[in-house]
């Protein structure tokens, strides 16, 4: 299962797409709304969560994926089912994406100490113990990051090539009709 968690004040596109081609590419995902069931974007478009917290399942956790957007990564931030979760996919090594705002939530807890990361412009420093890289969406092991709303296609493709396989990415981009 890949968990995208949402909170107030969550960017939208930085959410839905890796929602969408996730899902395209028939993966298994559900988005929690961390601060209730009906969850309302930084741009005032409201979204209705899969699950609430409560409901979230640690044994069935591929991938953690944290959109940004403020106050949305701060409310992200403060959920410990968040922590919880992102603890727990460091312990199994399962796959955590962040974009924009959210890697600074991986930088806080101390998750890309010796990693190469990327973030939205103006949090690089809270990337704690990254090696900064300004590139449109960044792995390393089991961690993704990437810059903001116009890289969440880069992202979500990162996301589809570790989970999945590159073969499978480049086929969504085929069915997108992705241009560069």
């Known amino acids: 299962m890949i968990y995208v968690f949402l909170a107030n004040g969550f960017e939208e596109v930085e959410a839905l797409t890796p929602v969408d081609y996730l899902r395209r590419c028939e993966l298994e995902v559900k988005t929690v709304g961390v601060t209730g069931k009906v969850v309302t974007g930084s741009h005032k478009i409201p979204v209705t969560a899969d699950i609430l917290p409560e409901e979230v399942d640690f044994s069935a956790i591929e991938a953690v994926v ?20 992102l603890n ?78 590159k073969e499978r990415a480049e086929k969504l981009k085929a069915g997108v009709q992705w241009r560069e």
């Open 88 to 165: 727990w996919c460091v312990e199994q090594q399962c796959l955590i994406g962040a974009i924009c705002a959210a890697p600074s939530i991986l930088g806080h807890m101390g998750l890309l100490k010796g990693k190469r990361a990327t973030c939205f412009p103006g949090f690089e420093d809270e990337l704690e113990g990254a090696a900064f890289v300004d590139e449109a969406a960044v792995r390393d092991g089991n961690i993704i990051t990437s810059r903001g709303a116009g890289t969440a296609t880069q992202f979500s493709a990162a996301l589809i090539e570790a989970l999945i396989s």
């Open 66 to 85: 944290l959109p940004g957007g403020m106050p949305g990564t701060l409310n992200l931030e403060a959920n410990q089912t968040v922590k919880d979760a």
